[in-house]
């Protein structure tokens, strides 16, 4: 196994650490009397498990230690951090009044990542091939939706979660419709190679 798959691999396992530490704090927060600590490790776990994410792809590039493996496990470590942190800071307060992500967003993301399953699933089922590539909606898709967690957990600004949410929603939507047309583009060229 490669250097970069084992990072990849250590930020698979930190997504855990990340969510019971969120859960804890939040309680704390439920309690009313907010340990802090909880607050900076889960963030501290984060921010390591982001990091790592260019770090692997950087050590994969660098001394070529692309593998099979990790091209599949790397998108997954992804998600999951991601979809963890989202779906954990939805379900628990981490500031009075509701300071969390709402629900709706999370609803939103989820069912675009099932909608982007679903696409490449079928198209892997007609085509037995799926070329993916990214698109820049997704990464600007990506790059809000950690916006909007970091503003979660920062808790520097006083304004409401709600509005990072709104700007990552737009580019979460908008993301699916730009994947969700690739999707039909492919499907109406196999249909073509096929005539």
Not at 23 to 31: K, M, Q, T
């Amino acid at each position: 196994m490669t250097l970069a798959s084992k990072i990849t691999l250590t930020r698979l396992m930190l997504v855990p650490v990340f969510a019971v530490l969120a859960i804890y704090y939040g309680r704390s927060v439920a309690d009313g009397a907010p340990v802090e600590a909880l607050r900076w490790w889960a963030l501290g776990v984060f921010v390591t498990a982001s990091a790592s994410d260019g770090i692997d792809g950087w050590i994969a590039r660098r001394w070529n230690q692309r593998s099979k493996f990790g091209a599949i496990i790397d998108p997954i470590a992804d998600k999951s951090l991601l979809l963890t942190a989202i779906i954990t800071l939805s379900a628990v307060d981490w500031g009075p009044d509701g300071w969390s992500i709402p629900l709706w967003f999370t609803a939103l993301v989820i069912v675009r990542d099932c909608i982007i399953l679903g696409g490449i699933a079928i198209l892997h089922f007609i085509n037995h091939h799926v070329p993916i590539q990214p698109h820049w909606t997704g990464k600007v898709c990506t790059v809000t939706q950690m916006f909007a967690i970091g503003w979660v957990m920062l808790k520097v600004v006083p304004f409401s979660p709600v509005y990072p949410c709104i700007v990552a929603g737009f580019f979460t939507t908008w993301s699916a419709i730009d994947y969700f047309r690739e999707g039909l583009r492919q499907l109406h060229e196999s249909g073509k190679a096929h005539e």
